[in-house]
């Protein structure tokens, strides 16, 4: 069964840093494409960063890029959003998503409907 954990989220003034915890378990990580969504209230889940199976590829949101670095450590089945210089429009709860590598077309990765397995989601909140 697999089954995915977010934790890393809380409050931080803007300009500030979090890393943001995927736990997975239940299936072997090398061998899924993860991503990272996010939701803010009143808006459509969007994607934030996605890693390929085996990690060879990464992709981000425009909104993201230069900011937020994803990666993922197989040995702890974990896979990272590491979020620097934090906007208050970076606010929203966080998710985590995973699909078989090969079945994720990489082309939409920030599509939802790509990934068949959704973690609770942490909240992140950026405000002075």
């Known amino acids: 069964q697999v089954q995915l954990v977010e934790s890393g989220g809380g409050l931080v003034q803007p300009g500030g840093s979090l890393r943001l915890s995927c736990a997975a378990s239940?299936?072997?990580?090398?061998?899924?494409?993860i991503g990272w969504f996010r939701q803010a209230p009143g808006k459509e889940r969007e994607g934030v960063s996605c890693?390929?199976?085996?990690?060879?590829?990464?992709y981000y949101a425009d909104s993201v890029k230069g900011r937020f670095a994803i990666s993922r450590d197989n040995a702890k089945n974990t896979v990272y959003l590491q979020m620097n210089s934090l906007k208050p429009e970076d606010t929203a709860v966080y998710y985590c998503?995973?699909?078989?590598?090969?079945?994720?077309?990489?082309?939409?990765?920030?599509?939802?409907?790509?990934?068949?397995?959704w973690g609770q989601g942490t909240q992140v909140t950026v405000s002075s």
């Open positions: 998503a995973a699909e078989q590598g090969w079945l994720v077309d990489y082309g939409l990765w920030g599509n939802p409907g790509e990934y068949g397995s």
């Open positions: 239940g299936f072997t990580l090398d061998d899924y494409a």
């Open positions: 890693i390929s199976y085996g990690g060879s590829s990464t």
